[in-house]
């Protein structure tokens, strides 16, 4: 009986410790995605079950970007993206959360409207929650997946809806979702951000397939003193931020649906948070301050229920 019992316990331990080391290389493949990297951004539509579909051009672009972890907790690690155009500009690009076995989600809908929904336990543990936010920290996609670390290799996998993608968005309307697969892992020189993606009209009736899409991001680690003046810039504008996301959070906690507006008395929701973040430097503006017209802000393009 004694040995049973010693090796019930034995085994808790094993499973325990391994538990734990298999959250330590998640959460250090997580962090490796920080950096500062040239990115290649390479699409293709591959195929249209209608024939007389017409392929749209191959997509390709690149610059220079610093992504940067603005918290780091043991269930949560949030990286800022920031874009860097030649050596005195800089752009707040998009932000990534990863949140340990979070149980619930926002899922996109259509028509810029994203909706809570609550996850299964089994559909929770022991996975990470990617939530992906425009350059204001409004929402885009979030997605749920398991890393997985064997042979040297490092990588998530998911799949999700979102609105189209930025380099599509003001040029199309033929589809209305982009349903996506994602793929992450990690490369000697960096990270790859793989997608197979479909692009989708749905409505009422339901969803329709127009094209499929290959994407290829490509993250390159180049030398960190590209971005001096990145880090200038970063280091007045993150205080405003960090204020921000917490705006955000309480309109995400008190929402179980969110729909965002376009533009207001000319002005897109970016551009007015974009307009705060430089009044807020100027100004030496606290925090209290910061969240308190970021929300009066935000409220004006969201409408939350």
């Known amino acids: 009986m004694k040995r ?6 034995l085994c808790v ?3 325990s410790a391994s538990a734990q080391s298999k959250l330590d290389q998640d959460r250090a493949a997580i962090k490796a995605l920080a950096g500062y990297y040239k990115v290649t951004f390479n699409y293709a539509e591959t195929f249209a079950a209608d024939t007389a579909y017409k392929f749209h051009p191959r997509y390709h672009s690149w610059g220079y970007e610093w992504a940067t972890i603005v918290e780091d907790s043991p269930k949560k690690i949030a990286i800022q993206h920031l874009l860097v155009v030649e050596d ?6 998009w932000r990534e959360d990863w949140v340990y076995e979070q149980p619930t989600m926002l899922q996109y809908d259509k028509d810029n409207t994203w909706k809570k929904v609550t996850l299964k336990p089994a559909e929770v543990k022991g996975r990470w929650v990617q939530k992906v936010y425009q350059v204001d920290d409004s929402p885009r996609y979030e997605s749920i997946g398991t890393w997985v670390h064997v042979d040297g290799r490092h990588e998530w996998q998911s ?4 609105p189209l993608p930025r380099r599509e968005f003001t040029k199309r309307n033929d589809y209305n979702v982009l349903a996506r697969g994602n793929r992450i892992y990690l490369t000697p020189q960096g990270w790859m951000y793989e997608q ?6 749905r409505s009422a009736s339901g969803d329709k397939v127009i094209a499929q899409e290959k994407g290829y991001e490509e993250f390159t680690k ?7 003046y990145a880090k200038k810039w970063w280091a007045g504008q993150q205080g405003y931020w960090a204020d921000a996301r917490k705006a955000w959070d309480d309109i995400f906690a008190k929402s179980p649906s969110i729909k965002l507006a376009g533009k207001k008395d000319g002005k897109l929701l970016y551009e007015q948070l974009f307009d705060l973040a430089d009044k ?4 030496k503006w606290s925090s209290d301050k910061n969240k308190a017209e970021t929300i009066k802000v935000i409220n004006t393009y969201v409408n939350a229920s």
């Not at 005195?88 to 690009?93: A, L, P």
């Not at 799949?159 to 979102?162: Q, R």
């Open 159 to 162: 799949k999700t809806d979102s």
């Open 280 to 283: 807020s430097e100027k100004e």
């Open 4 to 9: 049973i019992i010693s090796t019930l316990i």
């Open 13 to 15: 331990i094993i499973t």
């Open 88 to 93: 005195s500009t800089v752009i707040k690009h």
């Open 222 to 228: 180049v030398d960190e003193a590209k971005f001096a």
């Open 196 to 201: 197979d993606n479909n692009k989708v009209v």
